[in-house]
């Protein structure tokens, strides 16, 4: 992990009347260039060996330029010429999964929220600590996967955008899809509704709801197209598919936006809330966007699967706004309450409260 010394030592050397937001191309740039445009910041996108000409149909979204990359991993020894462009990273999932957490924490370059998070997020044993420690109720955990005894969701650690997670009933289900080469862990699978809520902490603002530092914002609610698994369920045939050589994919293939029942307002908030003020107790506080990945029950019961402690590509059908967002800014996105809060840190003097 990158000294937070080191990172206040490159922001004594930066222009900070030219900083430039810098992500990887692709997942939510698009937004997030678009935010930082906006916000009147300069706009740098990271590319490896990527064919950037749909950029062009898109020129609110296009980067002010761009940096090519042989490899994710090349960023290690290039950070002069990042810093040398006054450069403040913002992670998403896609740039997190191709650096890997380990060498993005070793990045040299400031970025854009916690970087100790990603120890908490990509590990289960302890996402699931942090969840459960906050009160936040998630599916029960089968050890022994010869135990399994009813459907079962197997999840290999890391943010794969849904590949390779499957669906088992029993212990030769497990062992005909299981990737032994990787981590994993069994959940219970559980019936209902699957939610993904978009919120923001801000450390900095004290206008809204509340925290005991800093502010709590819920921009924007998704659901998730994934691949071929729900047309398989509507079909009622995944077994004979299964005999005939398909297997239901969670890969996340689009996003469709959500407005859930105003009465589950208040329990989405205080589960935010827990979980943000649990993070600052663990390790110092997750900041900026995150998304927890629920199931919401007949019974209105909320369970949360998994938490992403960066923007996620479920916040793409809300450039322009949410129903949600519209309420506290009309037209806000995510990237854009992301440059938002880079800029107002920079005029207050507060960027180490939002950067590692």
Same mark, same amino acid.
């Given at each position: 992990?990158?000294?937070?010394?080191?990172?206040?030592?490159?922001?004594?050397?930066?222009?900070?009347?030219?900083?430039?937001?810098?992500?990887?191309?692709?997942?939510?740039? $698009?937004?997030?260039?678009?935010?930082?445009?906006?916000?009147?910041?300069?706009?740098?996108?990271?590319?490896?060996?990527?064919?950037? %000409?749909?950029?062009?149909?898109?020129?609110?979204?296009?980067?002010?330029?761009?940096?090519?990359?042989?490899?994710?991993?090349?960023?290690?020894?290039?950070?002069?010429?990042?810093?040398?462009?006054?450069?403040?990273?913002?992670?998403?999932?896609?740039?997190?999964?191709?650096?890997?957490?380990?060498?993005?924490?070793?990045?040299?370059?400031?970025?854009?929220?916690?970087?100790?998070?990603?120890?908490?997020?990509?590990?289960?044993?302890?996402?699931?600590?942090?969840?459960?420690?906050?009160?936040?109720?998630?599916?029960?955990?089968?050890?022994?996967?010869?135990?399994?005894?009813?459907?079962?969701?197997?999840?290999?650690?890391?943010?794969?955008?849904?590949?390779?997670?499957?669906?088992?009933?029993?212990?030769?289900?497990?062992?005909?899809?299981?990737?032994?080469?990787?981590?994993?862990?069994?959940?219970?699978?559980?019936?209902?509704?699957?939610?993904?809520?978009?919120?923001?902490?801000?450390?900095?603002?004290?206008?809204?709801?509340?925290?005991? %530092?800093?502010?709590?914002?819920?921009?924007?609610?998704?659901?998730?197209? +994934?691949?071929?698994?729900?047309?398989?369920?509507? $079909?009622?045939?995944?077994? +004979?598919?299964?005999?005939?050589?398909?297997?239901?994919?969670?890969?996340?293939?689009?996003?469709?936006?959500?407005?859930?029942?105003?009465?589950? $307002?208040?329990?989405?908030?205080?589960?935010? +809330?827990?979980?943000?003020?649990?993070?600052?107790?663990?390790?110092?506080?997750?900041?900026?966007?995150?998304?927890?990945?629920?199931?919401?029950?007949?019974?209105?019961?909320?369970?949360?699967?998994?938490?992403?402690?960066?923007?996620?590509?479920?916040?793409?059908?809300?450039?322009?706004?949410?129903?949600?967002?519209?309420?506290?800014?009309?037209?806000?996105?995510?990237?854009?309450?992301?440059?938002?809060?880079?800029?107002?840190?920079?005029?207050?003097?507060?960027?180490?409260?939002?950067?590692?």
């Amino acid at each position: 992990m990158v000294p937070r010394e080191r990172i206040q030592k490159i922001l004594e050397s930066y222009d900070r009347n030219k900083l430039t937001i810098a992500t990887a191309c692709s997942h939510t740039s $698009l937004q997030i260039f678009d935010g930082a445009r906006k916000e009147g910041l300069k706009t740098l996108g990271i590319t490896v060996g990527q064919n950037t %000409k749909f950029y062009d149909a898109f020129p609110k979204g296009k980067p002010d330029e761009f940096f090519k990359v042989k490899s994710y991993l090349d960023l290690l020894d290039m950070k002069d010429e990042l810093l040398a462009r006054n450069v403040i990273i913002v992670p998403h999932g896609s740039f997190v999964e191709y650096m890997t957490p380990r060498n993005f924490e070793e990045l040299e370059v400031p970025t854009f929220g916690n970087r100790r998070v990603l120890e908490w997020e990509s590990n289960r044993e302890m996402e699931r600590e942090w969840l459960t420690s906050a009160g936040i109720e998630m599916p029960n955990r089968i050890e022994d996967p010869k135990m399994i005894d009813r459907p079962v969701l197997v999840k290999y650690d890391g943010a794969k955008g849904g590949r390779g997670f499957f669906i088992a009933k029993d212990y030769p289900d497990f062992k005909l899809g299981i990737d032994h080469t990787q981590r994993f862990t069994i959940q219970e699978y559980i019936l209902g509704t699957r939610y993904y809520i978009h919120y923001f902490y801000s450390p900095i603002r004290s206008e809204g709801y509340k925290l005991k %530092k800093g502010i709590l914002e819920m921009l924007s609610v998704d659901r998730r197209d +994934e691949s071929n698994v729900d047309e398989m369920y509507k $079909l009622g045939a995944q077994e +004979e598919l299964k005999k005939l050589g398909f297997y239901p994919s969670f890969v996340v293939t689009g996003n469709i936006p959500v407005v859930v029942r105003e009465s589950l $307002l208040p329990k989405l908030l205080d589960m935010g +809330e827990r979980i943000i003020e649990r993070s600052i107790e663990l390790f110092g506080g997750m900041i900026g966007p995150f998304c927890i990945e629920s199931i919401v029950t007949d019974d209105l019961n909320i369970k949360v699967f998994e938490i992403s402690s960066r923007i996620v590509a479920g916040t793409n059908p809300f450039i322009s706004g949410s129903p949600y967002a519209d309420l506290i800014e009309p037209g806000l996105s995510t990237g854009r309450r992301i440059a938002q809060e880079l800029k107002l840190a920079n005029e207050k003097d507060m960027l180490m409260e939002v950067l590692s």
